[in-house]
Every structure is written in structure tokens, then in C-alpha cells.
């Protein structure tokens, strides 16, 4: 009976063994799942798609993704810090490899990029810094000489006279600060300037027209307007043409999108600075390959920016 009662027992241990085994490697088999491809896997959070500039961005990191066999997976916070926290918390469990964030709001965004740091995924950004956390690179553009570029066209093209709106963006970003900034040093230099209106449009064409219509009707002269994107200055310049005040107005964005060049091109438009967009989604993807290789990358890529005018305008690459 004694043998019996430890056979029986050993047999016990036995299935118990082989269950544990079996269910070790049933979660090894899920926790690998997304890696059985073989390709490297990246998480994209886009601070927002409704945006023809952060699309651009979108693409040009699916175009390198797709040439280097990267498993590209992106999401949309919709300008929604609160959005973008619970996009990256699902990103960190899709086992992803590197994370690449383009920040809706530099304060906001450090919870998201500790939560990466915590569970030791690479993270960094794109367009927009982090004001918290540890990102490995950033990559982006100079925007305080982007402003410095503006203000410097308005007072070549207005000989440093006249009456100057500024159409501000989101201020809670680097980016929005850093061009107000540039600009304003220039301006604040130039005794011929004076600025009559300053606001901020959050970098949204419909904003930035409402915005334009109040200055338009509160100011009978204006000699300039900068507006510190593309899509804020499209919307000032649907604004000025609707008041029939086109022709007296030198207006200039930031970001060289499509739409912005081919109103250089119409004449309706008198400048912008190239920041493309693609580029910057092609060396996002390219960084995330260098990190997954262990190579060193730069603590800060900043890419160039240049003006744009009818003078150049047909020779400027965006892709």
C-alpha cells in the first residue's frame, strides 16, 4: 500500500511539473509573440493626424519603416494630453521595442515618458521636447531661428517699418515658446516695428482665422503677420483675403507644407521656412534602428530649416 501511496504521489508531481512547463512556455510563446517576426517593433505616439504637417510626419516614418522592415505601430492622441498618457501606457504593453513620442504638451508628456523609463523601454522625442523623465535623443528643428528667420524676412521685406500681428501657437510647447521667442528678439530690435496684436491660434487653421478676423476689424493697418505654422497662417491668410486686404499685407508661417508653397507660388502668400515634416518622420524611424543596434546617437539632432519665398519655392524638397 505504501509503494502504491508513493507512486501515486510521484505521479502527482510529475503532471504538476509538466503542467508548469507547459504553461512557462505557453507565456513564453505569448510574451514573444510580436517578436516572432523577426523585425523590430516601434511605437509611434503622434500628438495629432489633424494636422497636414504631423501627417507628413506620420508618413515619412511609415515610408522608412516600410523600406528597413520596421513593425511600425502609431497612434493618434488628437491634441489630448490625457489621450496621449493612455496611448503610450497601450504602446508599453505591445511589446514594443523603442517608443517615439511627439509630445501634445511638454509638462504633461513627462508622466508618459517615466511610465517608458520604468519599464525600460528606449524612448524619445520628436518635434516637441519632454520637460520630465529620460529620453535618450531628441530630434527636431531650431525653432528659436525659425523665428529669427520670420523676423528677419518681415524687416528686410518691410525695410523695419510697420504695424505687425504675431498669431502665436500652442505656448505650453517648446516649440511654440522657442518660435515666439525668435521672433520677438527681432522685433523687440527694430524701433520702426510695432506689434498691435499678439495671440495665440494653438497651431489651428480655424482658430487662427478668428483670431486674424477680430485684429483685421480692431487694426485698419497692418504691414505684417506672422504666424508661427503653416495651417495658422493659412487660416490668417483665408481671413485677410476675405477682407479684401491681401495686397497690403506681408504674411509668412512656418513648416513649408503643401498648401503654404502653393500659395507662394498664387502670390497670395509671401513666405514660409522649410521645416519639412517627412524628413523628420524618416530620421525618427532611422534613429529607432541606431538604438535597437546599441549604436551612439547624438543627445540632440536638430535638422535644418531654411526660408522659402517665391525665389525658391519650386525647388524645395519636402520628400
Not at 483670431?211 to 506672422?226: F, R, S, T, W
Amino acid at each position: 500500500m505504501k509503494k502504491i501511496i508513493s507512486l501515486l504521489a510521484m505521479f502527482v508531481v510529475i503532471i504538476g511539473l509538466v503542467g508548469c512547463s507547459m504553461d512557462e512556455g505557453s507565456s513564453k510563446k505569448t510574451d514573444s509573440k510580436a517578436k516572432d517576426n523577426g523585425k523590430l517593433k516601434v511605437g509611434l505616439s503622434m500628438n495629432t493626424l489633424n494636422n497636414p504637417f504631423f501627417v507628413a510626419v506620420k508618413e515619412g516614418a511609415e515610408a522608412q519603416a516600410k523600406e528597413d522592415k520596421v513593425d511600425l505601430v502609431i497612434t493618434d492622441a488628437q491634441n489630448d494630453p490625457g489621450k496621449q498618457l493612455s496611448d503610450v501606457e497601450n504602446l508599453l504593453q505591445q511589446n514594443i521595442d523603442v517608443l517615439i513620442i511627439d509630445p501634445t504638451d511638454s509638462d504633461a508628456i513627462a508622466q508618459a515618458v517615466k511610465k517608458a523609463n520604468d519599464a525600460k523601454i528606449p524612448v524619445f522625442t520628436i518635434d516637441r521636447n519632454s520637460n520630465g523623465g529620460e529620453v535618450i535623443t531628441h530630434i527636431g528643428f531650431d525653432a528659436l531661428k525659425s523665428g529669427n528667420i520670420a523676423g528677419n524676412f518681415l524687416k528686410d521685406a518691410l525695410g523695419g517699418k510697420g504695424n505687425i500681428v504675431e498669431i502665436q501657437g500652442i505656448l505650453g510647447t517648446n516649440v511654440g515658446q522657442f518660435r515666439s521667442k525668435g521672433f520677438n528678439e527681432i522685433i523687440d530690435a527694430t524701433p520702426g516695428f510695432k506689434v498691435v496684436a499678439k495671440q495665440a491660434a494653438n497651431f489651428d487653421r480655424g482658430e487662427a482665422m478668428k483670431v486674424m478676423e477680430d485684429i483685421l476689424q480692431a487694426n485698419p493697418k497692418i504691414d505684417g503677420v506672422y504666424a508661427a505654422n503653416d495651417e495658422m497662417a493659412l487660416g490668417a491668410l483665408a481671413a485677410i483675403e476675405a477682407a479684401g486686404r491681401l495686397d497690403e499685407i506681408t504674411l509668412i508661417g512656418c513648416d513649408a507644407i503643401d498648401p503654404s508653397l502653393e500659395a507662394i507660388k498664387a502670390g497670395k502668400m509671401e513666405a514660409t521656412i522649410a521645416e519639412p515634416p517627412f524628413f523628420l518622420g524618416k530620421e525618427a524611424v532611422l534613429t529607432a534602428l541606431k538604438i535597437s543596434k546599441k549604436e551612439s546617437v547624438e543627445k540632440e539632432v536638430i535638422l535644418d530649416s531654411t526660408l522659402v519665398t517665391k525665389d525658391n519655392v519650386t525647388t524645395v524638397k519636402t520628400k
